[in-house]
């Protein structure tokens, strides 16, 4: 598998046909490349995941995920699901997983984010965990965490006729000395209820469950809306959505200071120190450039597209 990923080539491998397919499913929105890949990334399923390596982690995420470094040579540590290294300087991620990769919508995708993100950064590219639409080519950010409302705001967006950059992983590059905000594949995710609440996917609502017993529907986002997908688009609005018990829906404007520190938790890796630098100026270019606003949500989604385009 081998895909065109803005300027770069990468090459996805695994030597499990499920895996591979949900891999090509998540990527679907890319044109397939023949070109010499930039990077590649390797996910094969064994079956136990590889013991961690000895002595303690020099970073550590609860009991998700344990970094150990040892210069360009880092190896990612997953108890629940398996191992990846990384070769920094060449370009290249080898991952050993487990089939519960597979039972659970976005370990496989986070899993792919975590082998190619450190890679991406050394290129100038960096991901934000946010949803990211544009409206007249204007793009607006939702950065949050779980439950905060990101998913169904931005299906709002799309049902109502914006172009999507990313379901969850948009990247930020500088270009023409002015952050950019570029695409990154995937899929939408969401609860039946999501779903029904708008015409363009209320079908979706009514697809079965997969076969692990997911509760979310999962559905390729140009299969709704063909044109869909925008590769790229300036910054003008980055918004931090909260659902409140209110009857509409509001803005409140956050200072340039307030919005880096929001951004902060949904964008950095505190292992990579290398290239913190270069990722803080990023983030510190891109609260610069965009108004930010806190974006209250009461009940009614189908009215926070206007209140988004005006505020563009």
Request: with cysteine.
């Amino acid at each position: 598998m081998r895909w065109h990923f803005h300027h770069l080539t990468i090459e996805g491998n695994s030597n499990d046909p499920t895996l591979a397919q949900s891999w090509q499913t998540s990527f679907a929105s890319l044109a397939t490349s023949t070109a010499v890949p930039d990077l590649i990334c390797t996910l094969d399923v064994v079956d136990h995941i590889p013991a961690p390596p000895p002595g303690n982690p020099d970073f550590q995420q609860g009991d998700l995920l344990h970094y150990y470094c040892h210069g360009q040579e880092i190896i990612a540590h997953f108890p629940r699901y398996g191992q990846l290294r990384l070769d920094l300087d060449k370009g290249v991620s080898a991952g050993r997983v487990i089939t519960a990769v597979l039972d659970n919508y976005g370990v496989l995708e986070d899993l792919i984010a975590i082998s190619l993100s450190p890679h991406l950064r050394r290129r100038g590219l960096f991901l934000i965990h946010a949803f990211a639409a544009a409206f007249q080519g204007k793009a607006v950010l939702l950065v949050g965490g779980i439950g905060a409302g990101k998913t169904t705001t931005g299906m709002a967006l799309l049902n109502a006729g914006w172009q999507l950059l990313s379901n969850d992983s948009p990247m930020v590059a500088i270009q023409n000395d002015a952050p950019t905000i570029l695409s990154y594949p995937g899929v939408l995710a969401a609860y039946p209820d999501t779903f029904a609440r708008f015409a363009a996917t209320q079908h979706v609502a009514a697809l079965p469950a997969s076969k692990q017993g997911r509760q979310k529907r999962i559905v390729s986002p140009h299969a709704i809306w063909p044109d869909v997908w925008l590769a790229a688009a300036p910054i003008h609005a980055i918004c931090f959505p909260q659902i409140e018990a209110r009857s509409d829906h509001a803005l409140r404007r956050l200072a340039r200071p307030q919005a880096l520190a929001h951004l902060l938790p949904h964008a950095i890796e505190q292992w990579d120190t290398a290239v913190m630098p270069q990722h803080l100026t990023a983030l510190r270019r891109l609260a610069e450039q965009a108004p930010a606003y806190a974006l209250l949500l009461g009940p009614d989604v189908a009215t926070i597209p206007a209140l988004l385009q005006a505020a563009l």
